[in-house]
């Protein structure tokens, strides 16, 4: 495929990025306890994009992938704030009553 031999040009070996990625995986058990999807995708994601700029000599320059790992970071962001919005409110209401 086309796609693939584009991308192994620019990070390499699949295999060295997957490994690369599980290993960091590793590190981040306890946030993957928390049995979040949206937690743990972001992180799945953002842990890819590292993955990636880490991969090779050249990876960090790859402009794409800081601008993903910023968005999955903000998405996770947004969900999160927007969690503690609901329990704020939800506490808020039960004080009331």
């Known amino acids: 495929m086309k796609v693939i031999e584009e991308r192994s040009k620019i990070y390499g070996d699949f295999k060295d990025i997957a490994n690369?990625?599980?290993n960091i995986k590793s590190l981040m058990f306890?946030?993957?306890?928390?049995?979040?999807?949206v937690v743990c995708e972001g992180l799945d994601m953002i842990i890819h994009k590292l993955s990636r700029i880490g991969s090779t000599i050249d990876g960090y320059k790859n402009l794409d992938n800081w601008k993903d790992l910023s968005a999955y970071a903000k998405l996770v962001h947004d969900y999160?704030?927007?969690q503690q919005g609901m329990i704020k409110?939800?506490?808020a209401?039960?004080?009331t009553n």
Not at 30 to 37: C, D, I, L, Q
């Open 20 to 22: 690369l990625s599980q």
């Open 89 to 91: 409110t939800i506490v």
């Open 80 to 82: 999160l704030e927007n």
């Open 93 to 95: 209401y039960e004080r």
């Open 30 to 37: 306890t946030a993957y306890e928390a049995n979040e999807p």
